[in-house]
């Protein structure tokens, strides 16, 4: 019996590839490396992965969940959209390496997400900026307003308004203010998008340091 998704390079006694579909055929994949009991299983590089599909150009977004992660004092969480490759009857998709997991959602029309990226370090009384990315895989236009859920005794400045094409991508810039009494050493910091009846997204948030 040939498994669901084909992995490559051939791998299948370190990788396993779990799958899970919505009412709409949206699909997520978990790429996942087996270890033996008690051991910490081996990275699995550079993993390409093809799913069997009638219709491949119905899909068309795909996106990576990688953790969050700190890069030169910038922090960033979300997800990370991969090119979708359509072939005869399947799709393709290059997800890179596997540490441990890999979530893989391939959009075929479902709400919203959201990425965000800010300055990890900042100064007591500092004012700062989330860039925050608004996805819409969906073949409606999306039109919404992104606030802050912040800690307490930091101050929101203003509040933006995005529209995002069907199956596009819009990005916006928040900008916030830091206590000016007290450092803090983890501070949590989410987007939040409102649209269409009042439904509301949150981002995964991203830790802010204020020294």
Do not use: H, W
């Not at 990788?15 to 081996?42: P, R, Y």
């Not at 219709?55 to 030169?72: C, D, I, M, S, W």
């Not at 509040?159 to 819009?170: H, L």
């Amino acid at each position: 019996v040939s498994p669901f998704i084909e992995i490559s390079p051939d791998v299948s006694k370190k990788l396993d590839c779990s799958s899970l579909v919505d009412a709409n055929v949206n699909l997520l994949i978990v790429a996942a490396t087996q270890g033996e009991k008690g051991k910490m299983s081996e990275e699995v590089k550079d993993v390409k992965i093809s799913i069997p599909c009638d219709n491949p150009a119905g899909y068309r977004k795909a996106f990576l969940f990688v953790p969050t992660k700190n890069e030169n004092g910038i922090v960033c969480s979300g997800p990370k959209p991969i090119d979708i490759a359509p072939g005869e009857k399947k799709i393709t998709l290059q997800i890179g390496d596997v540490v441990s997991a890999t979530p893989v959602l391939i959009a075929k029309d479902m709400g919203p997400l959201l990425s965000v990226e800010a300055v990890s370090n900042l100064r007591k009384g500092q004012e700062s900026e989330i860039k925050v990315t608004c996805y819409n895989p969906s073949s409606k236009k999306l039109e919404g307003k992104l606030d802050l859920k912040l800690p307490a005794g930091f101050v929101q400045v203003g509040t933006a308004k995005i529209s995002v094409e069907p199956f596009g991508q819009a990005g916006a810039v928040l900008k916030f203010k830091v206590p000016a009494d007290k450092a803090v050493d983890r501070a949590p910091v989410t987007a939040v998008l409102t649209y269409g009846s009042a439904k509301s997204i949150p981002s995964v948030p991203v830790d802010v340091k204020v020294e």
